[in-house]
């Protein structure tokens, strides 16, 4: 009898030693589920400190973090591979690292009211322009007026532009173009504007090849243009005969007046000058400045241009045959007009 009873004492220990041992690999288990995995994020030194503000300042955080448990085996690492460049594109890259950036055109135009459609033509003269590649700035001079319509215009066209006013009165209209020019050489001379200046008047016609080939003149340059007459039915042409670039004479109105022959005739948008003449002359080779022709800019360039014919090269380059602007010949009927 009394082994029976010790044989079940027995029994009922091994019961519960294996209830026991049943129950710590459950709550050992079900917290094993519940820790981090990774051997690396339970041994990270991660040191997080933050400075708490007892004076009233903003808190300034301290972190020190040490990032080697974000680095992932080498194996698993996708390292990219180094792409593979031709020759070509080698050589395109080493042309477009050689490009010179372009030089700035500097467009003057004079405008009156005692021109004829004056505003219709400074809008087309205003759509012409748009069409160039930058960087261009365009210096437009009027009389001064209480009228708000040009400068409104200009601030529309998106163009980097001037405007330059003045308070004197003139009769004759040539004189005052040519007091708006120089005003506008004094403008660029006072600032030190650097590029290739252009007097463009409001009745000329561009073929937009001809501001590329503008880019390319150095000091002087110099193209054909083709005159329009109002009324009239034939074409008149004026500029430089060119062998290549260099300018070996000119095409003139009228070849019976010698004096034209000795000193020929340039029309103000008929020639380009690099701007720096007008500030610093002894760069290009001349010993005069502008203040030694009584401020008369104009005079002055033209004098440059007639007088050193060897830095004078024509546009296009080829031969100067080419035609890139038209003029047309509103100014008779102005006059008689007013």
């Known amino acids: 009898m009394g082994s029976v009873v010790e044989r079940s004492k ?9 209830m026991l041992h049943f129950s710590l690999c459950f709550v050992m288990g079900f917290f094993t589920g519940l820790a981090p995995t990774g051997k690396s994020s339970m041994f990270s030194s991660t040191k997080v400190v933050t400075s708490s503000n007892r004076t009233g300042s903003s808190p300034q955080p301290s972190i020190n973090v040490n990032r080697s448990w974000s680095i992932s085996p080498i194996s698993s690492v996708n390292v990219p591979m180094k792409p593979r460049i031709s020759k070509t594109t080698m050589l395109n890259v080493r042309s477009h690292s050689q490009l010179k ?10 405008t009156s009211t005692k021109l004829p459609y004056q505003a219709v033509f400074l809008r087309r003269l205003a759509n012409t322009i748009r069409l160039v590649p930058q960087p261009l700035l365009w210096i437009v001079v009027e009389a001064k007026t209480e009228s708000m319509e040009l400068p409104g215009m200009l601030r529309k066209t998106g163009i980097m532009y001037r405007h330059v006013v003045f308070k004197e009165n003139f009769t004759d209209l040539e004189a005052e173009l040519n007091h708006q020019r120089n005003l506008a050489l004094k403008h660029i001379e ?16 561009y073929d937009l090849q001809f501001f590329q080939q503008l880019r390319y003149c150095r000091v002087f340059g110099t193209w054909p243009t083709a005159l329009l007459a109002a009324n009239r039915k034939r074409v008149i042409i004026e500029g430089p005969v060119c062998d290549s670039r260099q300018v070996i004479g000119w095409h ?10 000795v000193t020929p005739p340039i029309h103000i ?30 005079k002055f360039v033209k004098q440059v241009v007639l007088e050193d014919e060897t830095k004078l090269k024509g546009i296009p380059p080829e031969d100067c045959s080419k035609i890139m602007l038209w003029r047309f010949n509103f100014r008779a009927r102005t006059i008689s007009n007013h």
């Open 10 to 18: 027995k029994k009922t220990q091994l019961w519960k030693k294996a």
């Open 190 to 205: 006072h600032h030190r504007l650097s590029g290739i200046v252009h007097f463009a008047e409001l009745s000329n016609v």
């Open 101 to 110: 950036p372009r030089r700035l055109i500097i467009i003057v135009t004079p």
């Open 252 to 261: 003139l109105r009228n070849m019976n007046n010698e004096t034209e022959t």
């Open 269 to 298: 948008s008929s020639f380009a000058f690099n701007s720096s003449i007008l500030w610093d002359p002894e760069r290009w080779g001349r010993t005069s400045s502008v203040q030694d022709t009584s401020q008369n800019s104009i």
